[in-house]
Nanobody
Framework: QVQVGESGGGLVQPGGSLRLSCVAS????????MTWHRQAPGRQREFVAR???????NYADSVKGRFTISRDNAKTTAYLQMNSLKPEDTADYYC???????????????WGQGTRVTVSS
């Protein structure tokens, strides 16, 4: 069974840092884009950052210069380093992995369950 799982959320003071991790596991043939989204209370889910298999990145304007997405060499884990956190960064953070998996060989997005980040003094 293919799974995507996030970790690393928690409570942090404004100006602080956190690093989120996203691990894809299971019968995976290839992992393409890995993407972070977030959903704040009472708001729609929004894009945060994406890294392609080739290492290209793009970010939401609201996090540029503060957040950095990276992936490990095996390409199965994505990280989101979040610096200079603000109260408005408070949200549930979700990872998606666009993957081709066994047994069907189909390529699709797999979502994790999310990890909560709270920025508050």
């Amino acid at each position: 069974q293919v799974q995507v799982g996030e970790s690393g959320g928690g409570l942090v003071q404004p100006g602080g840092s956190l690093r989120l991790s996203c691990v894809a596991s299971g019968r995976i043939l290839n992992i393409y884009d890995m993407t972070w989204h977030r959903q704040a209370p009472g708001r729609q889910r929004e894009f945060v950052a994406r890294m392609t298999r080739d290492g290209e990145t793009n970010y939401a304007d609201s996090v540029k210069g503060r957040f950095t997405i990276s992936r490990d060499n095996a390409k199965t884990t994505a990280y989101l380093q979040m610096n200079s956190l603000k109260p408005e960064d408070t949200a549930d953070y979700y990872c998606t992995a666009n993957m081709r998996t066994l047994p069907t060989g189909t390529r699709e997005d797999y979502w994790g369950q999310g990890t909560r980040v709270t920025v508050s003094s």
